[in-house]
């Protein structure tokens, strides 16, 4: 058994063994690949921990892809420049968040224009 958060288990075993067939339930895991052998406690504590270290830049990341997935539309051949100009700092901005933000927590997100 192993104590973490158990929602990482899963993710750590698939980073470590990846296509390895196993089950986890109730913290347990329950190997069945023979082909495979499965991570030690170990192994799988310090991926854990990793994939738990960078979740919060991991968030900020789908959260700031979802921002500019709803500007694509910027994009399109049929918008005009002057437009496309107006929106380019802020997808720009968008863009950088990464470097200057490591989670939601502190995200100073930029202005949409209108």
Known sequence: MIERDIEFIGPAI???????????????????DSE?????????????DELIAAEPM???RQERNYKLIQTDWV????VPQSIKDLWYPYRQ?????????????????????E
Do not use: H
């Open 36 to 48: 495979i052998t499965l991570p030690s406690e170990e192994e799988i504590l310090a991926k854990m």
């Open 75 to 78: 994009n399109g051949g049929d």
């Open 14 to 32: 698939s980073a470590l063994r990846p296509g390895a067939a196993f089950s986890v339930v109730n913290n347990v895991v329950d190997w069945q």
């Open 93 to 113: 901005a968008l863009r950088d968040i990464t470097e200057t933000y490591t989670s939601l927590d502190d995200v100073v997100w930029p202005t949409k224009p």
């Open 58 to 60: 991991q968030k900020l």
